[in-house]
């Protein structure tokens, strides 16, 4: 679970809108090494690449889905992007019992705004695969 809390706190700090821009620097300055690395690459990546794409890797095909959502969300095809995603859900494997959604989909920089609120509640109320 924390490989996408992580990177949600480097996305969510950089926020503009973020009222609480120093919270990745405490993060750094007081997690110990690995996180403290971890959280500063990712930080690095963000910057050099505009935002961070997830790693699904670990859920080959719902990755697949999730790599082809990103070619329609880029295209502006939002509806059809956010529908392969629901049809590739039931695909998706959590990493741990506490991994209930594949949270990447909140951060990732091509993902993250095809995810409305109403889309994450379908997301949510729609059966994923289990461990």
């Known amino acids: 679970m924390l490989t996408d809390l992580w990177p949600m706190l480097v996305i969510a700090a950089a ?9 990745l620097d405490q993060a750094i300055d007081n997690a110990g090494e690995p996180v403290a690395g971890l959280l500063r690459a990712l930080a690095g990546q963000r910057e050099r690449a505009g935002g961070l794409a997830a790693d699904f890797g670990y859920a080959p095909a719902f990755a697949a889905a999730a790599e ?6 880029r295209a502006g095809r ?6 392969a995603i629901l049809a590739a859900l039931p695909s998706w494997r959590p990493l741990s019992p506490l991994h209930l959604a ?7 920089r091509d993902l ?5 609120a109403e889309r994450r509640e379908r997301l949510l109320a729609t059966a994923r695969g289990s461990g």
């Open 112 to 116: 993250s705004r095809i995810m409305t």
């Open 78 to 83: 939002d509806a059809e992007a956010f529908e």
């Open 15 to 23: 926020s503009p809108d973020d009222p609480q821009p120093w919270a």
């Open 68 to 73: 082809h959502a990103r070619g329609l969300a």
């Open 102 to 108: 594949p949270m990447g989909l909140a951060w990732d």
